[in-house]
């Protein structure tokens, strides 16, 4: 890429998303400069506007409920389950019959796949066609990952699905994203965004031109786009990422017999779900917040690099100040005053894997 006439905006680019939608069996692939550029692009190509409204899981990045808000829409959530840290079906069925009855209901679901773990889309597939709402995917996590022996990311249950490529997911272009779907027209809408709204294609044209030198710019872009070196990292990154999980369940199913004795839950991928392990999440059954909070900290002061995988996104001051607070969500609420983000990654030895538990065993007992 680096030798090649373009460091952007070259062949690189199209190679890798050709891959990537070979990887994942689906018909178009849009790459740009992060997930949070291809959540918000998803969002423009599917028409969300102000005046919609879009539902998301509270327990997730920012991104996944911000993207709505670029485009001037409302946001909502809808409760997780305790079991798996994912939006739960029986949630958003009720909250659906009762946003019908309200005459709010949402004009796009984001649905979430913590961990790398597919939601249950067939069943959250059927409520979008009941109460006629669009689905994208955020598989930030999930690169790699399945549902009922299908890859995340072919859109089957969703008229788009996003990646995340930042440096501490399953695999990395450095920074980048990339949205895939099987609906021409969005991915024409998507590549669109992801440069100006600006087009050089004859075919596209609105004026009848031949003049070399010509382009239009057709709706309000932006320039989100992924450079050719980046795209490269990418593609050689595709070619380790079985490799890349096998490690990673490997890793897990290391945590499971290790964490057996111990009191805590590590957050389980439901049986028709194969994850792509990208968290290994345990919950402490101590539901005390200051015992969360000391076992937590007494791990970062032995080296144990822990994270909380995430705070509730309606309990931010951004999103108390439109009107979120306490005990909207209360499963998102307990689950982050109890959930520890434990480390997995490939070259994580077993012996470190070892440390892991030996520091969370002396944890607990500690503050018991």
């Not at 299908?150 to 859109?155: E, F, L, M, T, V």
């Not at 294609?201 to 070196?229: C, H, M, V």
């Amino acid at each position: 890429a680096l030798k090649s006439e373009y460091i952007t905006q070259g062949k690189f680019v199209p190679l890798f998303e050709r891959a990537i939608a070979e990887k994942v069996d689906s018909s178009f692939a849009v790459a740009v400069n992060s997930a949070t550029s291809a959540l918000h692009i998803s969002c423009l190509a599917l028409g969300l506007k102000q005046g919609d409204i879009a539902w998301t899981s509270p327990n997730t990045f920012v991104a996944s409920a911000n993207c709505a808000k670029y485009c001037g829409a409302d946001i909502d959530f809808v409760d997780i389950d305790p079991s798996n840290g994912l939006m739960c079906p029986n949630e958003l069925e009720k909250k659906l019959q009762k946003a019908n009855k309200e005459n709010r209901l949402p004009k796009i679901l984001i649905v979430v796949h913590l961990c790398g773990t597919s939601c249950e889309m067939d069943k959250i597939y059927k409520l979008s066609k009941k109460y006629n709402f669009l689905i994208i995917e955020d598989a930030s996590h999930a690169i790699g990952a399945s549902f009922d022996s299908q890859s995340i990311g072919n859109c089957r249950y969703s008229s788009i699905t996003v990646f995340s490529f930042h440096p501490v997911k399953i695999i990395t272009t450095g920074e980048g994203g990339v949205a895939t779907t099987n609906d021409k027209r969005l991915a024409m809408r998507m590549a669109s965004f992801r440069s100006h709204g600006v087009t050089k294609a004859q075919s596209l044209l609105q004026k009848n031109t031949t003049a070399p030198w010509y382009y239009e710019q057709q709706s309000l872009g932006f320039n989100y786009r992924l450079t050719d070196i980046q795209a490269a990292l990418g593609i050689s990154q595709l070619k380790r990422l079985d490799a890349i999980l096998s490690e990673r369940n490997r890793l897990f199913t290391n945590y499971q017999n290790l964490l057996l004795d111990l009191p805590v839950d590590l957050l389980q991928s439901p049986k028709r779900s194969k994850s792509s392990f990208h968290l290994a999440i345990i919950r402490l059954r101590n539901r005390s917040s200051s015992f969360h909070q000391m076992v937590f900290e007494y791990l970062r002061t032995k080296g144990i690099g822990v994270q909380l995988h995430y705070l509730p996104v309606h309990l931010h001051p951004y999103y108390r100040k439109l009107g979120f607070k306490e005990g909207d969500f209360p499963e998102a609420e307990r689950y982050a005053t109890n959930a520890i983000s434990l480390p997995i990654y490939p070259g994580l030895k077993d012996a470190e894997q070892m440390k892991v538990i030996d520091v969370l065993t002396k944890g607990i007992d500690r503050y018991k």
